[in-house]
C-alpha cells in the first residue's frame, strides 16, 4: 500500500498570497497518476488535478501541479476568497487500496 | 450532467447491517469504476470498495474486508454497498465516486453528496 503524506496540516494565508501544499510517497508512483481534490466544508470533494499536473475540466489557471515519482505539489497562485478548503492528494498508478493524503487545511489568516 | 445520489444511511446499533445505494445519471454507468469512499467526522478521506465497470472484479480496504460487500445493477445504474457486523469506528459520511475509466485504478472525477451512516447504541 503506498501511504501518501501531506504537508503542512494547515497554511494560514492571507486571499491574494500563493500557495504551496506538499505531497509525498512512500513509493514511486507509476506513470504519475497522483490527483489533487478540494473540499469545502459540508461538501463532496472536487477533483482539481490528475496525472500529477493536469487540470480537471472548469478548474481555473491558478491551480497548478507539479511533481513526479515520490513528491508532488498543488500551487495556488493567488488565493481567492472559494479557495479556502482542504486539500488531498490521492494515488491511482497502482492495485487498490487506493489511498488518500491526510489533507492540507489553507484558512484564512 | 453528471449525478450520483446516495441513499440508505442511518443509524444502526454495533453488530448490525445497513446498505446503501447510489443512484448514477448522466454518463454510461457500465463504462465505469465506481467506488465508495468515506470519511468520519472532522477526519480525511479513506477509500472503503471499488468495483470494476463490469462488476467482474471488486476491492476492499483491510478495515472492511469482509464485512462490506460491494455490487452493482448495470440495468438500474446503480451501485449498492452491503455493509455488516458494523463498528462505531464505521461511523462516517459515505461518498459513491465515478471512476475516470473501467478498472481499478481510477481517480474519482464526480462524487454523490454523500449519506451519513452513524453506528451507536
Known amino acids: 500500500e503506498i501511504v501518501l503524506t501531506q504537508s503542512p496540516g494547515t497554511l494560514s494565508l492571507s486571499p491574494g498570497e500563493g500557495a504551496t501544499l506538499s505531497c509525498r510517497a512512500s513509493?514511486?508512483?507509476?506513470?504519475?497518476?497522483l490527483a489533487w481534490y478540494q473540499q469545502k466544508y459540508g461538501q463532496a470533494p472536487r477533483l482539481l488535478i490528475y496525472g500529477a499536473s493536469s487540470r480537471a475540466t472548469g478548474i481555473p489557471d491558478r491551480f497548478s501541479g507539479s511533481g513526479s515519482g515520490t513528491d508532488f505539489t498543488l500551487t495556488i497562485s493567488r488565493l481567492e476568497p472559494e479557495d479556502f478548503a482542504v486539500y488531498y492528494c490521492?494515488?491511482?498508478?497502482?492495485?487498490?487500496?487506493?489511498?488518500f493524503g491526510g489533507g492540507t487545511k489553507v484558512e484564512i489568516k | 450532467e453528471v449525478q450520483l445520489l446516495e441513499s440508505g444511511g442511518g443509524l444502526v446499533q454495533p453488530g448490525g447491517s445497513l446498505r446503501l445505494s447510489c443512484a448514477a445519471s448522466?454518463?454510461?454507468?457500465?463504462?465505469?469504476?465506481m467506488s465508495w469512499v468515506r470519511q468520519a467526522p472532522g477526519k480525511g478521506l479513506e477509500w472503503v470498495s471499488g468495483i470494476s465497470n463490469s462488476g467482474g472484479s471488486t476491492f476492499y480496504a483491510d478495515s472492511v474486508k469482509g464485512r462490506f460487500t460491494i455490487s452493482r445493477d448495470n440495468s438500474k445504474n446503480t451501485l449498492y454497498l452491503q455493509m455488516n457486523s458494523l463498528r462505531a469506528e464505521d461511523t462516517a459520511i459515505y461518498y459513491c465516486?465515478?471512476?475516470?475509466?473501467?478498472?481499478?485504478?481510477?481517480?474519482?472525477?464526480?462524487w454523490g453528496q454523500g449519506t451519513l451512516v452513524t453506528v451507536s447504541s
Open positions: 513509493q514511486s508512483i507509476n506513470n504519475n497518476y
Open positions: 448522466g454518463f454510461t454507468f457500465n463504462n465505469y469504476a
Open positions: 490521492q494515488q491511482y498508478g497502482s492495485s487498490p487500496p487506493l489511498t
Open positions: 465516486a465515478k471512476g475516470h475509466v473501467g478498472g481499478s485504478t481510477v481517480r474519482f472525477d464526480y
